[in-house]
T-cell receptor, first 113, second 117 residues
Framework: GENVEQHPSTLSVQEGDSAVIKCTYS??????FPWYKQELGKRPQLIIDIRSNVGEKKDQRIAVTLNKTAKHFSLHITETQPEDSAVYFCAARDSGGYQKVTFGTGTKLQVIP | DADVTQTPRNRITKTGKRIMLECSQTKGHDRMYWYRQDPGLGLRLIYYSFDVKDINKGEISDGYSVSRQAQAKFSLSLESAIPNQTALYFC????????????????FGPGTRLTVL
C-alpha cells in the first residue's frame, strides 16, 4: 500500500514570511495529491490538489509542486497570515483497485503576528 | 459542511463497553470512510465502504467493526472499548469519478471525540 511521509511536524513562521511543507510517497503510480487544512477544533477541508500530469498548481497565496521522479510534493504558502495557522495534511491516492487516499501525519503551522 | 453529520459529538465511556458512532450524509456520495485522528499520527483509515454491499478494512481495523445501513449511513462500532481507542473520529464521504481527470475530494464530518476510561 501507499506510504506518505510529511515534514516538518511543526512549523513556526513570522507573519508575511513563506511556509513550505514537504511530503514523499512510495507508490510511483499514485496520480492524485490533495492537501487538507484543519483549523483548531474543525474538520479537515481540501485547500488545493494536484494531479500527476502537472508539475505545479497555484491558487492565490497557495501553491503545490510535484516531482514524480523523486516522488515528492510540497505545499507553499506565501505572505502568511495568522488565519493560515492550522494543521495541514498531505495525501496521495494509490493505484490499487480501490484507489484509496493515504494521509501524511500532519504539520502544525503557527503564524506569529 | 452540514452535509456530513456525526453523532454523538462527544462521548465518554468505560473500558469494556460497546459503543456505536454514527455518520449520515446528504451529499449522495457512494464512498464513505471512518478515520481516527491522534496527535502526531495524522488521519488513519479504519474502514471504508464504496457502496452498500462493499466494506473494506483500513490500516487499523482491529477492535472496530462497521455497518453500512444505506448509501447515506455508515456506523462504526467498538465492540469492547479500551483506553487506547481514545481519539477523535472522523467520518468522510467522497464521490470518485473514474479516469485521469478524476479527483477524490473527501468531505469530512465534524468529528466525534471519544474518551475511554
Amino acid at each position: 500500500g501507499e506510504n506518505v511521509e510529511q515534514h516538518p511536524s511543526t512549523l513556526s513562521v513570522q507573519e508575511g514570511d513563506s511556509a513550505v511543507i514537504k511530503c514523499t510517497y512510495s507508490d510511483s503510480a499514485s496520480n492524485y495529491f490533495p492537501w487538507y487544512k484543519q483549523e483548531l477544533g474543525k474538520r479537515p477541508q481540501l485547500i488545493i490538489d494536484i494531479r500527476s500530469n502537472v508539475g505545479e498548481k497555484k491558487d492565490q497565496r497557495i501553491a503545490v509542486t510535484l516531482n514524480k521522479t523523486a516522488k515528492h510534493f510540497s505545499l507553499h504558502i506565501t505572505e502568511t497570515q495568522p488565519e493560515d495557522s492550522a494543521v495541514y495534511f498531505c495525501a496521495a491516492r494509490d493505484s490499487g483497485g480501490y484507489q484509496k487516499v493515504t494521509f501524511g501525519t500532519g504539520t502544525k503551522l503557527q503564524v506569529i503576528p | 459542511d452540514a452535509d456530513v453529520t456525526q453523532t454523538p459529538r462527544n462521548r465518554i465511556t468505560k473500558t469494556g463497553k460497546r459503543i456505536m458512532l454514527e455518520c449520515s450524509q446528504t451529499k449522495g456520495h457512494d464512498r464513505m470512510y471512518w478515520y481516527r485522528q491522534d496527535p502526531g499520527l495524522g488521519l488513519r483509515l479504519i474502514y471504508y465502504s464504496f457502496d452498500v454491499k462493499d466494506i473494506n478494512k483500513g490500516e487499523i481495523s482491529d477492535g472496530y467493526s462497521v455497518s453500512r445501513q444505506a448509501q447515506a449511513k455508515f456506523s462504526l462500532s467498538l465492540e469492547s472499548a479500551i483506553p487506547n481507542q481514545t481519539a477523535l473520529y472522523f467520518c468522510a464521504t467522497s464521490d470518485l469519478a473514474r479516469g485521469m481527470a478524476s479527483t477524490d475530494t473527501q468531505y469530512f464530518g465534524p468529528g466525534t471525540r471519544l474518551t475511554v476510561l
